[in-house]
C-alpha cells in the first residue's frame, strides 16, 4: 500500500475522531475523497483492465469490493462500517460508473443535475434547486467524469471544442462546457429522464392537464394532425412529445431526429437518427437538415423532430405539407404566437428567399395546432393552451385558442392556483378527427367547465 494512501487514511480516521460520521466533516470530507482517488488509482495498477471489461456488472462489483476491502485492510486502520461501505461504493462508482454523480442518477426525485465547477454541485426536486453535499476531488477529476460521458456516444471535448451536446444511456440530456469559455472551470449539466416514462394518465395525475384535454389531444395524434408543441427551457416539451407519440399506432414507421436522442419511444416500428458534429479537421459534420432530408427517403409514416433550431424548419415544413401527416415538432417559444414567429425567423436566418407572406403560408399549411406548455412560479409543468392554426388573413397567420389555463393567484404555501377551461370555440379539425372514426363528447368544449 503507497504510503500517500495510508497518510490519508489516517488524516479520515483524526477527522472523524473530532466529528462523526467521518464523510460528513468538512476536513473529513476533503481527506475522505483524497483517499477514494489514491483506492481509485492503486486498484488501476494491481487489476487487469481487459479482463475486468469482460466480467457481467455484478460479478465486476463483487470482485471490485473484495479487491478495495483488502487494500483498507492493509493499512491496519480501522474504519467503521459506514465509512468502509461508503469508501467501497464510490470506488466501484469510479471505476464502473460516473464517480460521484452516481448516487444522484440513482435518486428517482432529481430532474436535473447542475455542477457549477468541482465542488459546487446542484439537483432540482419537485421544480425546486437545491445544494448538495457532493463534490469531486478536483477540475480534473471532473473532467474525467465528463470525457467519460461524451466518448460513450463518439464525441469529444477540449479546448478546440470546448462545448459539448451528449447522452447518458438512459436518454437524459448532457451539456457541458470547459474552459476557456467557462471560467471558473468544466461546467456539466445533465437533464434527466424517467427510468419508466411517464403516460398521459401521469400528467393527468401531476394535473399537467386534465383528461378531457388528454382526450382530445390522443385524438388529434391518432388523426394525424401535425403538432407543434412549444414552451421555455424546462417546461417539459420533449417529455410531452413523447407522451403524445405513445397515440402513434403500433402499425406506423416513425422517424425520429435530434441533436442528441433524448426520446424514448415505445412503438416496435421506430427509427432513431442523430446528429454528428465536425471533427477535430472540422469535418464530418451532420446536420438536422441532412438528416431531415435523408429521412424523406426512409419511407416514413411520421416524421418527429426534436426540436427545430435552423435551417431543417423548411424541409419539416415541406415534409408535413407533402404527405407526411401526424409529424410532431418542439420549439423554444413563450406564446403560440411566438411559436409561429420563430419558424418564420428560423427560415429567414436559414438563407431561404422567401417573402414573409410565403413562409407564412407554408407554415399556415403545414402546422395544424400549437401546445404550449410552460413551467409555472411554483415549479410545475403544465399545458397551458392548445391552440389551432386556422389558415391566413392577408399577411397574418389567423389562430383560435380552444383549451387554456387560467391563473388565479398563488397559495400562502407558493403554490399556483388557476383552472383549466375550454374557450367554447369548437375546432375545425374535428371534421378530420371524426373522419377517423374518432367522437369526442360535444360536452368537451363547453365553457362553463372548469377544472383544477
Known amino acids: ?254 422517424v425520429t431526429i435530434e441533436d442528441a436522442a433524448e426520446l424514448q419511444l415505445q412503438q416496435p416500428h421506430v427509427v432513431r437518427l442523430e446528429t454528428r458534429p465536425p471533427n477535430i479537421e472540422g469535418r464530418g459534420e451532420v446536420t438536422q437538415r441532412a438528416l431531415v432530408r435523408n429521412s424523406l427517403r426512409m419511407r416514413p409514416d411520421r416524421i418527429i423532430l426534436g426540436e427545430v433550431r435552423g435551417a431543417e424548419t423548411f424541409d419539416m415544413l415541406q415534409a408535413m405539407n407533402t404527405g407526411h401527416e401526424g409529424s410532431m415538432a418542439t420549439v423554444h417559444a413563450n406564446t403560440p404566437r411566438d411559436a409561429l414567429t420563430r419558424p418564420e425567423n428560423m427560415l429567414g436566418m436559414a438563407g431561404m428567399a422567401l417573402p414573409p407572406k410565403a413562409m407564412r403560408q407554408q407554415i399556415a399549411s403545414a402546422l395544424t395546432a400549437v401546445l404550449q406548455v410552460a413551467r409555472l412560479s411554483d415549479g410545475k409543468r403544465k399545458v397551458v393552451s392548445l391552440s389551432e392554426i386556422t389558415g391566413m388573413e392577408g399577411d397574418i397567420i389567423t389562430m383560435q385558442e380552444i383549451f387554456v389555463f387560467q391563473q388565479t393567484g398563488v397559495a400562502s404555501d407558493g403554490s399556483v392556483i388557476g383552472q383549466f377551461k375550454a374557450t367554447g370555440v369548437r375546432p375545425k379539425f374535428l371534421e378530420r378527427i371524426k373522419a377517423f372514426g374518432i367522437a369526442l363528447p360535444d360536452t368537451l368544449f363547453d365553457p362553463s367547465r372548469a377544472y383544477e
Do not use: C, W
Open 1 to 254: 500500500m503507497s504510503s500517500s494512501l495510508r497518510e490519508n487514511l489516517q488524516d479520515v480516521q483524526v477527522a472523524a475522531a473530532v466529528s462523526r460520521p467521518a464523510i460528513n466533516g468538512e476536513a473529513a470530507g476533503s481527506a475522505y475523497r483524497k483517499i477514494a482517488s489514491d483506492l481509485h488509482r492503486e486498484l488501476l495498477d494491481r487489476i487487469d483492465l481487459d479482463v475486468m471489461g469482460k466480467l457481467p456488472p455484478d460479478r465486476l462489483r463483487e470482485e471490485l469490493r473484495l479487491l478495495v476491502e483488502k487494500m483498507i485492510a492493509e493499512t491496519g486502520l480501522a474504519l467503521n462500517a459506514h465509512e468502509r461501505t461508503q469508501v467501497v461504493a464510490d470506488v466501484q462508482n469510479e471505476v464502473m460508473g460516473l464517480g460521484p454523480l452516481e448516487p444522484l442518477l440513482a435518486d428517482p426525485s432529481i430532474s436535473d443535475i447542475l455542477v457549477n465547477t468541482f465542488n459546487m454541485v446542484y439537483v432540482e426536486r419537485r421544480g425546486q434547486l437545491e445544494r448538495t453535499d457532493v463534490r469531486f476531488a478536483s477540475d480534473e477529476h471532473l473532467m474525467k467524469i465528463i470525457d467519460k460521458i461524451v466518448s460513450r456516444v463518439g464525441r469529444r471535448i477540449d479546448e478546440s471544442s470546448p462545448m459539448v451536446d451528449a447522452r447518458l444511456p438512459d436518454g437524459s440530456r448532457v451539456n457541458a462546457i470547459i474552459p476557456p469559455l467557462s471560467i471558473d472551470g468544466p461546467l456539466l449539466s445533465i437533464r434527466r429522464f424517467a427510468v419508466v416514462p411517464l403516460k398521459v394518465t401521469d400528467l393527468v395525475q401531476y394535473k399537467s392537464l386534465t383528461p378531457q384535454l388528454a382526450e382530445l389531444l390522443g385524438a388529434m395524434v391518432k388523426a394525424r394532425l401535425n403538432i407543434l408543441i412549444s414552451g421555455g427551457t424546462g417546461s417539459g416539451k420533449t417529455t410531452l412529445l413523447n407522451i403524445l407519440s405513445s397515440f402513434i399506432p403500433p402499425r406506423e414507421r416513425i
